[in-house]
Every structure is written in structure tokens, then in C-alpha cells.
């Protein structure tokens, strides 16, 4: 396994600690470095932690940006929740899905985008909405979402 | 999640059913309800695990309240008014089990547990005749692990009661098993839905002991042991262990604590072995080998003063306990006792020195043994196993397919006569029957240990060296001071061999911490990876209880009373195989057949 | 604004004129008058339980401790809902001097703030305002120190006990109780779990007193409520309004004129038809709400908003207990067989029996609400279930 892997969860544990309670914050931080959480970190959590792997698997499971299959490098979570349905939802995925050639749950090849949804993400006054990374975007329509993946997209080439 | 029972103190008093009843501060609304016989059922909760509260099945109406109550997670207060049979409690419960039964795979006819299952009998008590939902199951995508040659895990039978988890968990501090996901996904899952061969599971088939329904199971091997009986090539030889004479009655329809060793012999011999051998003989034999294996360490240590001898030695006879510490303490791999389990070592002489002594062909020989293990079978399938030349042990079959082999059979259990064990490798002592308990080995080790180093047998009354009789729930730490010695072990003298006794692989980590701190200055550690030893071990009949494994427990040291010879080295066909075929304790044959070596694994 | 309806600027009015001036003379008081001001201000939990808050942290208080937490809750969850966020942003000073004046009432010395993973970004302007918060504290000799802890998308994290479990590093699966958090809370000790309305609501009455904010509100409802508007409106947004408010008011207000049903209180609130408009009162009275109003008019689909609510929750729900694991989707796939005719108008019954089961019986407070949402709308928009 490439050393630098390894040195992220060493230095998760250094920062947060080896307590049980350290173990959301490590697994958020692998997450923010990753944007996923692979077998092999989760075992090295687990003995850092000293918890079983299962324990490590069942904790991370639990929640929804806490993804245990690879994802890309921005992973997109479009709010699926009612007031965000009744504003366009299904028109914003589309336009991604177009964009990116990609559906719903999937990576695209290049590993850079992921399309997910999620549940209410609270920008019901503002739908429909979606987060990439940590960032929310609301009061999207096709053109918007349009202009800000192009722009994502633009970065990722610079 | 689970809260842990609460110290009692004062009375107090509540009404249940219109009944006034005085309890204990503290108590569940389930345990007062028990106590005044009103049966209230239950899914997710156990009599060994911490309390859940998540099956719901329980619920029981508080008049004033506006919900129903789980009586499994409610303490009793002063003044409550409960009722366990309402109109609102029967509905809720009905909904309750039908829900379960929507997302299960109840094509009952087709479960090992057919007959066997608390959903099942619930189901019949409630009369869930025309299902009142939807089918679920069809949308599932459940998948079965039957990779494993101990135990299957189909999750289309499961009911999420997280009894496997909190067992895993709180009886052994493996937690192979864990819940997964959440919503409608939520499963129990091991490490990233690996089979459990996979993981860091031990095979000790607690799980399976306290699984409500069929979702965790032993591999059978019935109908392979069935098949062997009727292939007229074969001769088939088998080996019953200690505790599994002092259970299988249960399975049977009898009380615990009822020794049926004669009738088990008996109901063997109609099913029709050749031969119904005795574990225990060749626990005796291992009590031989792993004293003088200890005095050898100990001589090294304290006379060569060999810095590599490593001390404390372990017992190696648990197989939940060598793959545990195979995967958890990997650098104390040298510290276990390298003899076979009594299973294994009898596996290895059926295929040589009982076939030399009746003239067969080891290749002729299918040997089979009764376990009350789980563990048993996939230490059976070891690669290392197969000392003999051929696989030692063929099929191990738990307690409970034991009982069910005899019911098959149509023998009616009870009414059997009680027959004797055959003869060669038949014979056993007292120390060999007490291998079944917390403890035993320790106490059949010290039998002869003591012995063998001064002469004189040990001083305590009719042997029962109860300090190192250990129960449920704690590490038992014994030290006994060696005087007295014969010349070979003058080196003894004086010294004050301190063993500790460990039940339960949560206990047993413990030890293990402590001689990993350099906290501990054990000598001897004997560990049995099930609560109460074997007697509580992964194959025996269900229901387990702490009042159950008690019973199992007096039952084993009044069967160890009750034996004229209580010390391994008594065994006059011990004596005799030493003569005639392994020469001496520790020797080459011994070596070859008897010792085996262990793997290192991942943790995680 | 009409009329009928008041705006109030309690939660986001002005800071004091001096930082954490509110939190100092709050400090100056014994802790029984603090507490006492609670209760005489009627104050209740805005989280949408509705517990007094003044005994909840009486009874912390009383209960002998080494350690005691005070915990706010922000991880907003409930669909529709959106005004913890504008507050942490807005007024957060008020957030951490709430928590602060709880410290020292209780005698604890360590906050912790659970934010919803989705409000992540917010992380660096609040670990700013903490900051000041601190230095502060320090000057105030008040020893009580505020943590962030960050959710990591988890609904059911918002009842208290399963926030405790996560931020014990653990699955969020509410706890059985008795205990409650009172007595054992995060990491087993006494805990005092309020919303973040809440925590600003205790320093506004420490600014105004209780007289005033007597004032706001009914009998039952005393106070303000910040309310998250979405759905139909025109004027979509966070107002706050006085507590105890007739529906009919609210829908006039911002309705789009159009108004066929307002979901009060979140998916794991009530739907209120039209024809209920009149009678219904917003507030512990009548329809108890977090502050999430959600309106629909005439050419939504309520079948369509069960289908959606049913969905989330299916996939919310935490999974422990039976009723809510296996009923959501017992009511998801149910309505749907009802809806393509393969199981007979009569079903919808016995679903609503079911809900009624998964109320009384589920473990935790939100297992026994998400059935909500199920009956009420089943029994006022029968028709659109069926056609």
C-alpha cells in the first residue's frame, strides 16, 4: 500500500485521538481528503482504534456521506426531498446526466464526478438544491447547474 | 442502545393484569412479569446479552401512558398499572410479528430450524394465517455465506434482533458481527459482507445458540455421517465429547443438567457406529502431554534459564480460542500449548493406532465426532489436521445434530438402556469428563501435574480443586505452592505455580492484555472461548441461560464423582497406549501424531 | 405583512449593544432565578417536542455529577425545515451565550454543537464567532467551552439519544429509555440536549424577561417561533411569528391563493386539508411544529408527497425497531398496490391500523411520528390515493 495512505490515518488518529469517540471525525476526515473510505482504511482505523473492522464497516454504513465505494474527486448529491421535487429536481439531473454521461449513483470514467442523491439538504425555500463536496448551490435550473458542472469542470482542467 | 441492569434496592409495588405485585426497584416490567408467570413474548431480548429493545414484541400497555412500552427495556416504577394482554397490545404485537414475517424468508419447511424457531412459534401463537402484508422478501436481494465449514449465515431468514451482535460483542469481544446500513438496508454484516472464513469470526457458534430464527446455523453434516453408516465399505468410529453427555438430554425433551452418557452410547449403537469411543480418553491423553509439556517449559525456564521459553503456556483445546488469538494476539502464538485438542489427538490415533490394533484400513476408517462446538468443525478441516495421513477427523457433528440423528433413528431417547462406551480408547477418568467445564483442565491438569512432580496427590478434598472451578463472568486466579518435590523436580521446590482460569474470549482478552501490559506472571492460562466452558459451547442445544449452563456445570463434576478413576494418568488405556504404541509423553510419536502449530492471521 | 400577523424580532433582532453583555449579566445571577425565569416564561423546546425547558435543566442541575454536558442540537434534518441554519449564521452569538448561561446553570463546562453534515460549510465563520466566543468566556472568568461536533448525513441523529450515540462514535441508534438525558446522556452522564432556537430563546428571556416574553404567544404556546416557508408560496423563507397562530392566517398570509394543504411540522408532521384551515392552531395546542410549513396547492399530487415523505423515511430510519424499519416500507409499497389496483380500496385501512401500531410502538420519538404524515394525509386525500 503507498505510504502516504497510510500516513493519513496516523494523522487523523494524531489529531482526534484513539477513543471511540474520535472515530466519526477520523472517518469525516478521510472523507474530506478521499471522498471515500476504502477497506484498507478501515482496517487501519480499526487497529488504530483498536475496534473490530466490522465495527469500522457498521459505523460508516450508517451514514450517507460517509461512502464506503470509491467516488470521485467532486460528488454531486442532488436533494431528492419534496419541496426540491416539486421545484425541478428531475430537470437538474437531467441536465447533469447529460453533461457528465453518467446516471444517478454512478462515477464518470475519469473519476472526477460523482451523481448521487440525497435526503432534504434544508434549502427547501430555495429548490431545487444540491451539494458538491460540502458546497450548496439552491435555486438551481438547468442553465445554472449547467454553468457551475462546466465550471467544476474547468477547474479540474487548469 | 442496551443499558446494562441496574443495582436493586428498595420495593416497590406495581399492578400487572389487576395483580399487585411487590419487586425489586430496578426491575424490568418483563422480569416482574416472569416472576408472577405471565409470559410475555420476546424476540430481541436474551437472558445473557444487554438489553435492546428494538423488536418491539414485548410492548405492553401502561394505563395513563400514551404509547405501549417495551417491558424488556422499562423499569418498573411505584404505582404502574400494566396490562400484558389488551386488545392494543395483541393487535401491536400481531402487526409487530407480521411486519418481521414480511421481510422473511418463512418457507419454514425448507429451515434447519424448522420446529426449532421463536419467530415460528410466535407465529403459530398469534395465528398469522393470512399474511395482513405485503411480501417484502421478493425485492431483497438477501445473500446466503455457506462458505464456511462451521457456520452458514442466510440473511433471508434474519430478523435484525442484533442478539449475533450484542453476543459477538459482549460475550466475546470479536464483533465479526455488526450492523450494517440503515433504513430498509439495515442488515448484520461482517467486515464489508465478507464470508465469515474471511473474518476474524472464531467459529465459536455463540451467535448460532442465541439466533432466534434460522439466519445463523451450524453446517450439518447429518446426512454425510448417514451415508458413511450405510456404505457397507466403511467403518465408522465415534468420539463423544465431555459436555455433550451432560446436554443433549435438553434436545431431547429432557431437563438440563441430566447425565445421559449411558443412553447416548446406547442410542450410538442402534444408530449404528461400530465403535462409540470417548473424547475423553484422549483428554486424559492431553492432560499427559500438556503437563509435561508445562514442566518442560517450566525446567527450561528456571533451570536453563532459557530466555526464549515462553511463559505463561496456554490451553490449547478451545478451537474459538486458537483461531481468537491466532487473529488478535498473533506474538503469543508460542505460548499455546502445541497439543492437539482431545478431538484432534483422538482423530490421529483412530486412523493409526486404532486401525493397527483392529486391523483396518485407516483409509476404511470414517471417524466422526460429537461436539458441543462449532469451532470443532472448521478445526477439523485445518490443513494441519491430517496427521494420520488422511483427514484425522471426518465429520464433527454438534449436540444438537446429534439429537437430531436419534430422532431420525425413531429412538425414543429416554427409554433407552444405558450401554458402555467400547473399547479401545473407551475408558476414561473424571479429569477427562471435567474438560466440559470452566476450569477442568486446569483442575485435571493439577491432578497429575502435582503429582507427577512430588508423588502424593493433590491435597484437597476428593480432589475437587475447586479454586480453579471457574464460573461465568469473571478471570479466576488461583496459585498453588509446590513442596515436597521428588529429585527430577527439586527446581519446583518452593515455587508457587500461579494459574488463571478464563471463560468467554471477552475474559480471555483480558488475560491476554494483562501478559501483553506485564501486568500478569501467570505460569499456566487456561481459556475456553464459550461462557462456562464447553458445556456452554456453540453446539449445544438451544435455549442457553446462565440457570441452564449452571445446571449443566453440576452435572458435569457429579458425572466426574461418580467415575472410579479421577486422574488422567490413572487411565489404565492411557498407561497402556504410552506402552505400546507412543513410547513415552512429549516423544517422537507424540510429536507427530498429538502436537500440531498455528497460524498467525489478520486481525482485522 | 397583514395585519393578523406579527412579525417578531426576537431570535434575529439586534446583538446587545456590547458583545456578550447578556451572557455577563446573566452570569451575575443566582441559578435558581435563572431557572425560575424559565419557567415563569412558558418557555418549550423548539426542536418540536415541546418539553419545558426549565425543568429539563432543573433536573440536570439537581443531579450530582463530575462531569455534565450541554449539547445543542443543529442537526436539522426534518424536511422543510432550515431555520437552525439561518440562525447559527445570522445570531450565533446568541446560540453559544444560550449554551453558556445553560453551563453554568446546570455546572457544566463543556458545549458541544452537532451540525448536520450538510451545513458543513459553515464550519469556518462559526469556528471564527467561537472563537471570539472564548476569548470572551476567558474574560468573564466563565469556564465553558464550546465544540462543534459534524454530523455526516444521518436524519435520525437529530433525536437526542441517537446524536449522543453518533457523537460517541458510534451508528445513530436511539437509546431505550428510561434513562433519559437528564440523567445519562452523552457519554453516560447528565446532559442538557436543546435546540438551537432554543439556546437563543433562554438568552432573549435573560435580555427581556419573562413578562415580556410571556407576551408572545398563547397560554400553551408562549414565545416566538422561527418558521422555515417552502413549497407553494410566493415568499418562500425563514419568518418569525408568534406562537399559537390560526392556520387559516398563516395560509392567507403565504398561500399562493391557491392552498390545498399545509404540512405542518415536516414529513414527520401533520398535512392539514383546507377545510381544516379555520379550526387549526399552530402551536403545542394544535399541530406542534419544529417550524416547518410546507404548502401545497391544487395541482400537487398528495399522493405524490406521502410517496415522497415514505421514501425518505424508508431510507432514514435508523433500522433498529421493527415498527419503524418494516412499517415505512410496509406504507411505501402499500400505497403504491393500492394505487395500481392490486390490493382492493379497503387495504388503506389496515395500513392506517398499522400506522397507529407504528405510533405507539416504535422505540423512539421519531420512529413513533414518521406514521404522521401517513394518516393524516390517507384520511383527507383518500381519493387521490386511489385515483
Redesign the interface.
Known amino acids: 500500500m503507498p505510504n502516504n495512505q497510510d500516513n493519513l490515518i496516523k494523522e487523523l488518529v494524531g489529531t482526534y485521538g484513539r ?7 477520523i ?2 476526515g478521510v ?1 474530506s481528503q478521499k471522498n471515500f473510505i476504502s ?1 484498507f482504511d ?2 487501519e482505523i ?2 488504530e482504534l483498536d ?9 460508516a ?6 461512502d ?1 465505494a470509491a467516488r470521485g474527486k467532486y460528488v454531486i448529491r442532488i436533494c ?4 426540491c ?2 421545484h425541478g429536481r428531475k430537470e437538474i439531473i437531467q441536465t447533469i446526466e447529460n453533461m457528465l454521461k453518467i446516471k444517478v449513483g454512478e462515477t464518470t470514467q475519469n473519476k472526477i464526478f460523482t451523481l448521487l442523491e ?10 431545487p438544491a444540491m ?1 458538491i463536496n ?3 448551490y439552491s435555486e438551481l435550473t438547468p442553465e445554472k447547474v449547467h454553468e457551475i458542472i462546466a465550471e467544476y469542470m474547468n477547474n479540474n482542467r487548469r | 442502545m442496551a443499558t446494562k441492569e441496574k443495582s436493586k434496592t428498595k420495593n416497590i409495588t406495581i399492578k400487572i393484569d389487576g395483580q399487585d405485585i411487590s419487586v425489586a426497584e430496578g426491575s424490568t416490567i418483563l422480569e416482574v412479569a416472569r416472576k408472577t408467570n405471565i409470559h410475555i413474548p420476546t424476540l430481541c431480548y436474551h437472558d445473557d446479552l444487554c438489553v435492546a429493545g428494538n423488536c418491539r414484541v414485548c410492548v405492553v400497555e401502561q394505563i395513563g401512558a400514551r404509547n405501549l412500552v417495551a417491558s424488556c427495556a422499562t423499569p418498573a416504577a411505584e404505582g404502574m398499572n400494566i396490562l400484558t394482554n389488551s386488545g392494543k397490545v395483541r393487535l401491536a404485537r400481531k402487526h409487530i410479528v407480521e411486519l418481521l414475517l414480511s421481510e422473511h424468508n418463512a418457507d419454514c419447511t425448507k429451515c434447519y430450524k424448522n420446529g426449532n424457531c421463536e419467530l415460528q412459534n410466535l407465529a403459530s401463537e398469534m395465528l398469522t394465517r393470512d399474511h395482513l402484508f405485503l411480501d417484502l422478501v421478493a425485492d431483497r436481494h438477501y445473500s446466503i455465506d455457506k462458505f464456511n465449514p462451521a457456520i452458514i449465515k442466510d440473511d433471508s431468514r434474519c430478523i435484525r434482533c442484533q442478539r449475533c451482535v450484542r453476543t459477538c460483542e459482549e460475550l466475546q469481544s470479536v464483533s465479526a458481527l455488526e450492523v450494517a446500513n440503515k433504513g430498509a438496508h439495515m442488515k448484520i454484516s461482517t467486515f464489508y459482507e465478507h464470508p465469515l472464513f474471511e473474518v476474524v469470526c472464531t467459529n465459536c457458534g455463540q451467535c448460532v445458540n442465541r439466533c432466534p430464527t434460522g439466519a445463523l446455523i451450524e453446517r450439518t453434516y447429518v446426512d454425510e455421517v448417514w451415508d458413511a453408516l450405510y456404505n457397507p465399505k466403511k467403518h465408522v468410529v465415534v468420539q463423544t465429547a465431555p459436555a455433550v453427555r451432560i446436554a443433549l438430554g435438553e434436545a431431547l425433551g429432557m431437563e438440563p443438567g441430566k447425565i445421559v452418557t449411558g443412553k447416548m452410547v446406547a442410542a450410538l449403537k442402534r444408530i449404528g457406529f461400530q465403535s462409540v469411543l470417548d473424547t475423553d480418553f484422549t483428554a486424559d491423553l492431553t492432560i499427559i502431554e500438556e503437563g509435561h509439556e508445562l514442566l518442560s517449559r517450566l525446567k527450561r525456564a528456571l533451570v536453563d534459564k532459557d530466555p526464549k521459553v515462553a511463559l505463561p503456556m496456554t490451553t490449547s483445546c478451545s478451537p474459538g480460542w486458537i483461531k481468537f488469538i491466532e487473529h488478535t494476539f498473533p506474538e503469543y502464538l508460542p505460548n499455546v500449548s502445541t497439543c492437539k485438542s482431545p478431538q484432534q489427538m483422538f482423530g490421529a490415533l483412530a486412523k493409526t493406532f486404532y486401525a493397527q490394533k483392529r486391523g483396518l484400513n485407516p483409509e476404511d476408517i470414517v471417524s466422526v465426532s460429537v461436539m458441543p462446538c462449532t469451532a470443532k468443525k472448521y478445526e477439523a478441516d485445518r490443513p494441519e489436521m491430517r496427521s494420520s495421513g488422511h483427514k484425522d477427523v471426518d465429520f464433527v457433528l454438534t449436540t444438537r445434530e446429534l439429537a437430531i440423528m436419534i430422532r431420525q433413528a425413531g429412538l425414543d431417547f429416554e427409554s433407552l438402556p444405558n450401554e458402555q462406551y467400547d473399547s479401545i480408547m473407551g475408558v476414561s477418568s473424571g479429569a477427562g469428563v471435567i474438560f466440559g467445564s470452566t476450569g477442568g483442565v486446569m483442575e485435571a491438569a493439577l491432578r497429575t501435574v502435582y503429582e507427577v512432580v512430588t508423588g502424593k496427590e493433590i491435597p484437597f478434598e476428593n480432589l475437587n480443586i475447586t479454586p480453579v472451578r471457574g464460573t461465568e463472568g469473571e478471570v479466576r486466579k488461583a496459585s498453588l505452592k509446590i513442596t515436597g518435590t521428588l529429585p527430577d523436580f527439586n527446581f519446583l521446590e518452593g515455587v508457587e505455580l500461579k494459574c488463571v482460569v478464563a471463560n468467554s474470549l471477552v475474559y480471555a482478552k483480558r488475560v491476554m492484555q494483562e501478559v501483553r501490559d506485564g501486568k500478569a506472571d501467570y505460569h499456566f492460562i487456561e481459556i475456553m472461548a464459550c461462557p462456562g466452558g464447553c458445556l456452554g459451547g456453540g453446539g449445544q442445544p438451544i435455549p442457553t441461560s446462565p440457570e441452564i449452563r449452571a445446571k449443566r456445570k453440576a452435572a458435569i463434576y457429579q458425572e466426574d464423582m461418580g467415575m472410579t478413576i479421577r486422574k488422567s494418568h490413572e487411565n489404565p488405556e492411557v498407561t497402556a497406549i504410552y506402552k505400546e504404541f507412543l513410547g513415552k509423553p512429549l516423544g517422537h510419536k507424540s510429536h507427530e501424531l498429538l502436537h500440531t502449530h498455528y497460524k498467525a492471521r489478520q486481525r482485522y | 405583512m397583514s395585519e393578523l400577523i406579527q412579525r417578531v424580532d426576537l431570535i434575529f433582532g439586534e446583538y446587545s449593544d456590547q458583545k456578550y453583555k447578556v451572557l455577563e449579566e446573566a452570569l451575575k445571577r443566582p441559578n435558581d432565578d435563572i431557572i425560575k425565569d424559565l419557567l415563569d416564561s412558558g418557555l418549550k423546546g423548539r426542536g418540536g417536542a415541546g418539553f419545558p425547558t426549565a425543568l429539563k435543566w432543573k433536573f440536570t442541575a439537581e443531579v450530582p455529577s463530575d462531569e455534565k454536558y450541554v449539547v445543542c442540537n443543529a442537526d436539522e434534518g426534518e424536511p422543510g425545515t432550515f431555520k437552525d441554519r439561518e440562525i447559527l449564521s445570522r445570531v450565533p452569538r446568541k446560540v453559544f451565550s444560550g449554551m453558556a448561561i445553560c453551563g453554568k446553570v446546570i455546572g457544566s463546562n463543556k458545549g458541544l454543537i452537532y451540525l448536520r453534515g450538510e451545513y458543513k460549510f459553515m464550519l469556518p465563520e462559526l469556528l471564527k464567532e467561537l472563537d471570539t466566543y472564548h476569548e470572551h468566556a476567558k474574560k468573564l472568568n466563565h469556564n465553558f467551552t464550546i465544540e462543534i461536533r459534524l454530523g455526516s448525513g444521518a436524519y435520525i441523529c437529530g433525536e437526542e439519544s441517537a446524536l449522543f450515540e453518533s457523537m460517541e462514535g458510534k451508528r445513530g441508534e436511539p437509546r431505550n429509555k428510561p434513562p433519559y438525558p437528564t440523567t445519562s446522556g452523552f457519554m453516560g452522564k447528565p446532559t442538557v440536549i436543546n435546540n438551537v432556537e432554543t439556546f437563543v430563546n433562554v438568552l432573549m428571556i435573560c435580555r427581556i424577561g419573562p413578562v415580556q416574553f410571556r407576551k408572545l404567544g398563547t397560554t400553551d404556546s408562549r414565545g416566538s417561533k422561527v418558521f422555515s416557508v417552502s413549497g407553494d408560496t410566493p415568499k418562500p423563507g425563514i419568518y418569525e411569528l408568534e406562537l399559537g397562530m390560526p392556520l387559516f392566517q398563516f395560509v392567507d398570509e403565504f398561500g399562493d391563493g391557491d392552498t390545498k394543504a399545509v404540512q405542518v411540522g415536516g414529513a414527520s408532521g401533520f398535512c392539514v386539508p383546507r377545510k381544516k384551515f379555520k379550526d387549526t392552531i399552530i402551536g403545542f395546542e394544535g399541530v406542534p411544529t419544529g417550524g416547518s410549513m410546507m404548502i401545497f396547492n391544487s395541482s400537487r399530487s398528495m399522493y405524490n408527497v406521502l410517496h415522497n415523505y415514505l421514501d425518505f423515511f424508508e431510507e432514514e430510519s435508523c433500522g433498529q425497531c421493527t415498527p419503524c424499519r418494516v412499517g415505512c416500507q410496509q406504507l411505501r409499497k402499500g400505497i403504491e398496490a393500492v394505487k395500481r389496483g392490486e390490493k382492493p380500496v379497503l387495504y388503506l385501512e389496515q395500513l392506517m391500523k398499522l400506522a397507529e401500531t407504528m405510533k405507539i410502538t416504535a422505540k423512539c420519538g421519531l420512529g413513533q411520528s414518521v406514521a404522521n404524515s401517513f394518516s393524516s394525509i390517507v384520511s383527507n386525500f383518500k381519493e387521490e390515493m386511489i385515483y
Open positions: 477513543e471511540r469517540t474520535s472515530l466519526l471525525p472517518l469525516q472523507i477497506d478501515m482496517t480499526a487497529k475496534i473490530s473492522a466490522a465495527q469500522v464497516y457498521g459505523t454504513t450508517f451514514y450517507s456521506f460517509l464506503t431528492k426531498t419534496i419541496t421535487d416539486m440525497t435526503n432534504c439538504l434544508g434549502w427547501c425555500h430555495k429548490g451539494l460540502d458546497q450548496p
